[in-house]
């Protein structure tokens, strides 16, 4: 499988075009684009602290729309790039816009999809500790989730935990964002984690 797919599918042209207008004209306005991606057959599924995302039943992927700058998301996608691993989400396109001296960003990413509440939280709350720990040995933890969700889950997915906690550790303002809403998975019970990191 191809975790970074740079070519297909792109972000729809028409979608670019309200993400444009938005971006240059309509900064903040969240009404309007919703509205406008409403009639493209979009609609928002929620809001985070930094980015909307818009979902269109008809298609296999989700749009991630900056509404502040966020730099460490985009520090996930080029990590996404970089180390190939299926716990991290299929990224097909990205789109820069430049506001203020400011990077804003759309994304395309494979449509995903919740976990029981209970499993999600076991496994956040294991992997955001590994994260934070990446070179200790499973058996050293404390933390009876990590046990857990060692025995239960492939050695994949604790590789992508240390993976992003060892780059982590070389970013002096990154923290770890590995919470219950940020794991999700795909139509396979393969368990994705979504967005890692917060800070600076």
Not at 15 to 21: F, G, P, W, Y
Not at 28 to 37: A, Q, S, V
Not at 160 to 184: C, F, K, V, W
Request: with cysteine; aromatic share 12%; proline share 5%.
């Amino acid at each position: 499988m191809k975790l970074f797919e740079l070519y297909k599918p792109k972000i729809p042209k028409k979608v670019q075009m309200v993400a444009n207008h938005y971006f240059q004209f309509g900064f903040g306005n969240y009404d309007m684009l919703d509205y406008k991606l409403q009639e493209l057959g979009w609609h928002n599924i929620g809001a985070g602290s930094y980015s909307h995302v818009y979902s269109n039943p008809v298609k296999k992927y989700v749009l991630k729309i900056n509404k502040h700058p966020d730099s460490a998301y985009d520090d996930f996608v080029q990590i996404i790039k970089k180390y190939k691993n299926k716990h991290f989400p299929i990224i097909s396109n990205r789109q820069e816009w430049i506001v203020n001296n400011k990077k804003y960003y759309v994304y395309l990413i494979e449509k995903l999809y919740e976990i029981e509440k209970d499993e999600s939280k076991l496994v956040s709350d294991a992997l955001d500790a590994i994260a934070n720990s990446p070179n200790k040995s499973l058996e050293k933890f404390s933390n009876r989730n990590v046990q857990l969700v060692g025995k239960r889950y492939p050695p994949s997915l604790i590789e992508a935990a240390r993976i992003l906690g060892r780059l982590m550790q070389s970013h002096p303002n990154r923290y770890t964002d590995i919470h219950d809403e940020n794991i999700m998975q795909r139509s396979d019970g393969t368990i994705v984690i979504i967005d890692p990191y917060c800070g600076k």
